[in-house]
């Protein structure tokens, strides 16, 4: 199995001089679920957004899909995005457009800048936004634009727009953060299915400790920016799990 | 057991004093604008009471004078209030679409560097600081009399408007939009396409319509410096004292800026409904 995710030594310090990850290691192999775990401001998020350089890194080595994220030219980013998925917590569609279109875009990255309309698109490409749409069960709300639809069906919507880009990777950070929980549920279950059924490697920052324990294989715990767990889900305790948390009382009552 | 009058802990606080004093800076601006209101009076730039009495008085001379309004060159009144009109809205429609890629630039979150934000915020600040009548002078002299240099001075009178307003727009634009394409691998140009201009073009309409609205005013002005339209039929009017004439230019006026407020208010209730809708 290749190596999907090698972070070395990876650190972000922003200009203010908040240390946000304080020389992460991390190797995640290609097939795996991996779940971030850690309270707010652990570096759950940081992480991912340096992996694909959201954020720029500070320090360290990270390499995602095979390529060397802080040396990488602008159009080598560009490709590297393109081949990694990214789901966000709060959606990041464009509201004021429809369903279809916003899935659309998920192929700009390959097909070029014409398909930000889909009237530009080949008829291809059209049929595979349908498809998108289809397998996370929303074909139906093609057309509506995106600011009539709910929590749960953005976050679908988004997720169809991930998969548009056929990637190899997915990067959640706090997919179901702003959905109530059965939305939550569901979101989880559709991501779990689509990673197992394409074959893809999903890292996903989950802030339940519940869903980290359903979802997921292995669990990886950040604390101030340092990896303090790493085991296989199956194997770990609500001891190790809670101390991720700093010991917080609420967190360990989930666990159990 | 004897009365006694218990103190109080502490004294209360009384209340704050009746007047504080003024800072320094504001005593000074205080007495900067003070400075010029007297030195205007004094120096010329004052309303005479005798005059103002002699004014109204001339007002009513002009007032009888034009009444009925002359209605024997409504033809050519009308044609060249309707170039006017032209003149507003190929302005407007030049300096609407050149604002677009200019705000791109002109925004902190879509700009490709420090330096391209800067030159074009300049260059924005620089057409929007200098007054229509001015530009309309400045393209007179470029391009010589006519409808050409008031169509170019609306243009960058409304750039000046429209790139700032667009660019703080886009400003306004949660990153979080911008990012949802960028971390697909989508190039800047696919970013602005797909994501700025959906999210900004209620935005962007209601300004535009904006625009038109005080380009329909200002081509009237900057025709009476030569740039074309019925500016300088009303100073050709007035200067022969044609008093009557002018007034049927006036009221033409009056309809035509109207009837383009109305409609333009109307257009932007709209928009702001669909907007949030």
Not at chain 1, 4 to 19: D, M, Q, T
Not at chain 1, 60 to 86: C, H, I, M, P, Y
Not at chain 1, 150 to 170: D, E, F, N, W, Y
Not at chain 2, 71 to 90: H, N
Request: charged share 20%; net charge positive.
């Amino acid at each position: 199995m290749t190596a999907k995710i090698v972070a070395e030594g990876l650190s972000l310090r922003y200009p203010n001089g908040h240390e946000a990850l304080r020389g992460v290691d991390l190797v995640v192999r290609s097939g795996e679920l991996v779940a971030l775990v850690g309270s707010n401001g652990a570096g759950k998020s940081s992480l991912l957004r340096c992996l694909v350089r959201l954020q720029e890194p500070t320090g360290g080595r990270a390499v995602t899909n095979g390529v060397d994220v802080r040396r990488a030219g602008k159009r080598q980013l560009r490709r590297l995005r393109q081949d990694v998925g990214f789901v966000f917590q709060r959606f990041n569609l464009v509201d004021r457009i429809s369903v279809f279109q916003n899935v659309v875009h998920g192929a700009i990255g390959r097909e070029g800048t014409r398909c930000v309309v889909p009237a530009f698109c080949t008829a291809a490409v059209r049929t595979e936004a349908m498809e998108c749409l289809d397998r996370v069960g929303l074909a139906h709300l093609a057309g509506r634009r995106v600011d009539t639809l709910s929590g749960g069906q953005r976050q679908r919507v988004a997720i169809a727009r991930t998969l548009m880009q056929k990637p190899r990777l997915v990067l959640a950070d706090e997919p179901v953060a702003s959905l109530d929980p059965a939305a939550g549920q569901d979101v989880m279950e559709l991501l779990r299915s689509i990673a197992v059924e394409r074959d893809l490697t999903v890292v996903a920052a989950l802030h339940q400790v519940d869903f980290a324990l359903t979802y997921t294989q292995r669990i990886v715990g950040l604390q101030d920016g340092r990896v303090t767990l790493d085991r296989p889900t199956a194997g770990c305790t609500a001891a190790q799990l809670s101390a991720v948390y700093g010991g917080d009382q609420q967190q360990l009552e989930k666990v159990n | 057991m004897p009365f006694r009058l218990r103190r109080p802990a502490a004294p209360p606080a009384g209340p704050p004093a009746r007047f504080t004093r003024p800072s320094a800076a504001a005593f000074l601006s205080f007495v900067v604008v003070a400075a010029f209101v007297v030195h205007g009076w004094v120096g010329g730039v004052a309303l005479q009471p005798a005059d103002l009495v002699e004014g109204v008085g001339r007002l009513g001379e002009f007032l009888a004078e034009a009444f009925p309004p002359d209605l024997d060159r409504v033809g050519a009144i009308a044609s060249a209030l309707l170039v006017t009109f032209e003149i507003a809205l190929l302005g407007t429609l030049i300096g609407v679409l050149l604002s677009v890629p200019l705000a791109v630039a002109a925004a902190r979150n879509t700009t490709p560097n420090r330096l391209v934000y800067l030159v074009t915020r300049g260059f924005v600040s620089v057409c929007r600081t200098i007054p229509d009548l001015v530009w309309a002078l400045i393209f007179v002299v470029a391009v010589g009399l006519g409808p050409q240099a008031g169509v170019l001075a609306v243009a960058v009178d409304v750039l000046g408007l429209c790139g700032r307003f667009f660019a703080e727009a886009i400003e306004e634009i949660d990153d979080g939009v911008l990012e949802g394409l960028r971390s697909g691998g989508a190039p800047e140009r696919a970013v602005v396409a797909g994501a700025v201009l959906p999210t900004c073009l209620p935005s962007f309409a209601g300004t535009s319509m904006f625009a038109l609205e005080s380009a329909v005013r200002s081509s009237v002005t900057i025709g009476l410096v030569g740039a074309g339209g019925i500016g300088i039929e009303l100073s050709v009017s007035m200067s022969l004292l044609r008093y009557d004439e002018a007034l049927t230019i006036i009221l033409a006026i009056f309809v035509v800026v109207l009837g383009v407020e109305r409609f333009s208010a109307a257009l932007r209730r709209r928009i702001m409904e669909g907007a949030s809708r």
